[in-house]
Structures are given as C-alpha cells and as structure tokens.
C-alpha cells in the first residue's frame, strides 16, 4: 500500500507539472500572438499617418504652386496692359486690336499663353516710331511666353517662400486636407494639429485646448514644403489623444476573445487540478475508511465466530449460567456491529440528503443531563469525570430529538476518545440572541493547527502517531456538522496541542419554515 501510494503520488506531481507547462506554454503563446497583432496594428497606423501627412504637405505645396501661377498670369496680364498703353500713347492711336486686348484683359477673358500671342504675334505690325519703346518691344518679342510665365512664377516662388507660415496657408485649410486624407486612410480619429518652426521654436496654428507637451512627444510629423530652399524649417506634428484607446477598440473582439479563452483555460486547468488532488485524497480516505472498516467489523465478528465455538461444547452448554453470558457477548457484539453498519449507511444518507427532520420541542438541558448519566461510567472507567455548566435559562428549542441527542453524544464521546489520560470533560451552555450555545470542553491531545480545517471532513481521523489506539470511522464530526447545519446552526474549534479542545455548538430556538 505504501508503494503503490507513493507512486501514485509521483504520477500525480507529474501530471500536474505536464498541466502547468502545457498551459503557460498555450498562454505565452496567446500573449505573444496578442502582443504581435498588436504591434502590426500600431505600424500600420503609423505607416497610414505618415502617408496621409505626406498627402498633406504635397497637397499644400500644390496649392501654394497654383497661387503662385495664377499671381504671375496676373503679373504678366498687367505687364500687357502697360505695354499696350505704351505703344498706343506712341502712335498716339488706338486700333482695334489695343481695344479688344485691353477689354480681354481687365475683364478676365485671356490666359497667360493666349495673353503672350496677342502682345507677341500683333505687335510685329505696329509703326512704333520710339527708338526706346522699338527697342523694348523688340526684347520682349524675343522672349517667348514659358520664359515670361517662368521668370514671373520663379519670382514669386522666392518672394513666397520668404513668408512667415501664416502667410502661406493657414488653420482651416490645414484641417481640411488632413482630414480628408485621414479618413481616405481609414482613419476616423480626433486629433490635434500644429505647425512647428525650427528657426523660431515656436509653434504655430496650435487649438488652445491643444498639448505642446503631447506634440512634441508625438511620432506623427513631416515637412511642408518640402521643396523650400530657402525655409525649410516648419514641420507639420499631429497628435492623437486617444490613440491607444482607438488600437485597443479595433482590437476588442480579439482581446475579449482572448481574455474569454484564457480564462477558460485557467479555469479547466484549476478544476482538473482540484479534481485529480480530491480524487487522490478521496482515494486515501476511502482506503484508511476500508482499513478502519475492516478492523471494526473484524473484531466482533471475531469475538461472536469464538463465542460460537465455545457454545459449541457440551459441557459449556450444560452449564446454563456460562452459556447464557456467552449468549450476552454475542447479542452485544451483534449491537456493536449494527451500529458500525448504521454509522455507514447514515454517512451515505447525508451524502445524498436523503434524511428529514422529525422537528418537535427539545429541552436541551434534560438531553444533555440523560446523556451524561450513560457515558459516565466509560469515562468513569477511565478514572475521569463530566463536569456540567448550564447556564441557559431558555433551553426550549425545535430540533429533530434523535439527531440532537446524535450529536451531543457524539461530542462527548470525541471528548472521551481523545484524552490520553485521565479524561476531564466540561459542557457549559448560555443563551445567545436567538437561540442556546453549547461548549465541550477537554483536557485531551489537541488538534494540530495544520489539520485543524480537516477534521469535520468525512472518514478523517485526527493522527495519533503509532499507534492506533483510537477506533472508529471518522464519521462522526462529519456526522455532527451536518446536521447542526441541518438545524441551520453553526459548529466551530479551538483546539492547542498538548492543551486540549473546545467545540461550540450554536443552535436556533427556532427552525424556518422550510
């Protein structure tokens, strides 16, 4: 039995060691696989930030390009105007053709290219006597329009980048591309913005709810006009303040899931594990519980099988007065074995709460008093004494009388087995709010603290070392707490080794209707 228990113990630690790696090993790997999604999650929106800012400065810049082409069309349509007016003021005439360019001119209806054939293409047939005016149409006549168009545009392209930042765009139109192209990235975030210059250090186009702490911080920046030579210096930042929040949010079903499975892992892990050590210890008390049983029932059957044979004998039979009290030993011996049995079969009824109280008015003191005189004379045998304390005025309770009765005697026994010596037993009672408080006081072995939680579980029996002096199931606390909570009641210990134990018994005068 020894080394099939300790072998059994071994598989036991074994499995369990397999258990707890298996599943550390299936959380890590969920964890890493959680901890990866995660990280992939924030590069990509990364990754959309960047190129939708990106998005941002080029769109900037184009619209920087265009005012600046439009500027120098309206540069160069003045520039016609003048030259016009030049050349009529020469003549001292005005054709046809100096109204309808004029008249095209200021109202609008030209382009650059249309503008530079007018002036350039015409201009060849007009008598300009002027030797300066001469010389100025002929330069200009040898300029053809994408040099006019790109000697304006080139100036105005320094001219503009020469601007402070809130000159060259502002706020609104800030806010209006980025959003746009944050949500053509798929990303429906609120966010702060700022245009940050290097040379001032200071920023700019910042909300006044806005965090210069957070921007500064943020990884989301780029360079608007990116193409400058001579202002490279502003950045555009962004910041978002609930961008964890947002990554965490389009991950809640993985999360959720996540944290669901896990869960239930750990959960199965501790059930199996729970499982497998009261398996392991049902089994251990099952087999002390056989042990016990076996010399329990051995012992009598023993005593009755010798009795037998000794009725058996002639002249044992012809003596009446003998033979009657071997008759004696066998009926007693036959009780005892009845009653080992009855124990049994009432753990097994509470097992399966297959009992019903037969409840009806108890005095608790005349129980207790009736009880006494029947165990005195095995703990007077022992040289020891009950000693009574009943201070309870009100001892009138409901209870189921055989259980009651069960119980109280129970204790007492306990008491009883379990002084080494001269057994010294004390019961006290006093009233409480609602009902009677019992005390079973011993001058006994004690109970360790270490096992002190264990003793009121079925088929224990407080170790008392080598030897096994102490008979019985291990039923009876079991037996006892059952139904003190059957009576809706409480039982509790104190116990010091060497020193002896106090149970307390707490029950109510009355029991609930159900």
Request: charged residues 20%.
């Amino acid at each position: 039995m020894k080394i099939e228990g300790l072998v059994g113990a071994k598989q036991v630690r074994y499995i369990i060691a397999l258990m707890s790696l298996a599943m550390v090993g299936l959380i890590g790997l969920q964890f890493y696989w959680i901890t990866t999604t995660i990280t992939l999650n924030k590069s990509r929106f990364k990754q959309n930030v960047h190129q939708a800012l990106e998005k941002v400065a080029t769109r900037l810049e184009k619209h920087e390009a265009i005012y600046v082409m439009k500027s120098s069309a309206d540069q160069m349509s003045g520039q016609l105007i003048s030259t016009l007016d030049s050349i009529t003021r020469a003549q001292k005439t005005t054709s046809s053709l100096t109204y309808e360019l004029q008249f095209q001119v200021k109202n609008g209806i030209y382009s650059s290219s249309q503008s530079t054939e007018l002036i350039l293409e015409p201009m060849a047939k007009y008598d300009i006597r002027d030797p300066k005016i001469a010389w100025e149409e002929n330069q200009r006549r040898r300029m053809n329009k994408s040099q006019i168009v790109s000697i304006i545009a080139e100036k105005l392209f320094f001219q503009n980048q020469e601007k402070p930042i809130q000159q060259r765009t502002s706020r609104p139109v800030i806010d209006s591309i980025l959003r746009e192209e944050m949500h053509n990235k798929g990303i429906m975030l609120d966010y702060d913005f700022a245009v940050f210059n290097h040379s001032q250090k200071n920023w700019f186009f910042a909300s006044p709810t806005t965090d210069s702490k957070c921007l500064v911080e943020t990884n989301y920046c780029t360079k608007l006009f990116p193409n400058d030579m001579r202002n490279p210096d502003n950045l555009l930042c962004v910041y978002f303040p609930t961008e964890s929040k947002y990554l965490l949010g389009k991950m809640a079903m993985i999360l959720s899931s996540s944290i669901i499975f896990i869960g239930v892992i750990i959960l199965c892990f501790g059930a199996a594990i729970y499982t497998i050590i009261r398996q392991k210890k049902i089994s251990e008390v099952t087999n002390d519980f056989i042990n016990n049983m076996t010399h329990e029932f051995k012992t009598p059957i023993a005593t009755i099988s010798l009795t037998r044979e000794i009725l058996q004998d002639p002249s044992v039979q012809k003596n009446t007065e003998i033979a009657n009290r071997y008759l004696g030993v066998i009926a007693d011996e036959s009780k005892r074995l009845s009653a080992q049995v009855e124990k049994v079969l009432q753990a097994a009824k509470l097992d399966r709460k297959d009992f019903k109280l037969n409840l009806k008015s108890l005095n608790v003191h005349q129980i207790i008093e009736k009880i006494i005189r029947n165990s005195a004379v095995q703990v007077e045998n022992r040289g020891g004494q009950i000693f009574t304390d009943l201070k309870a005025n009100q001892t009138i309770i409901q209870g189921d009388q055989v259980h009651i009765t069960s119980i109280v005697s129970n204790l007492i026994d306990n008491a009883n087995k379990y002084s080494p010596q001269t057994p010294r037993i004390e019961i006290q009672t006093q009233n409480t709010s609602n009902g009677i408080e019992i005390k079973f006081i011993d001058e006994g072995q004690g109970i360790p603290k270490k096992v002190i939680n264990k003793i009121f579980d079925k088929f224990y029996r407080v170790p008392t070392g080598n030897v096994h002096n102490v008979k019985g199931f291990g039923l009876g606390l079991s037996y006892v707490q059952s139904m003190v909570e059957a009576h809706h009641g409480t039982i509790s210990v104190e116990s010091e080794v060497g020193k002896g134990s106090i149970f307390t018994i707490k029950l109510p005068f009355k029991q609930p209707n159900n």
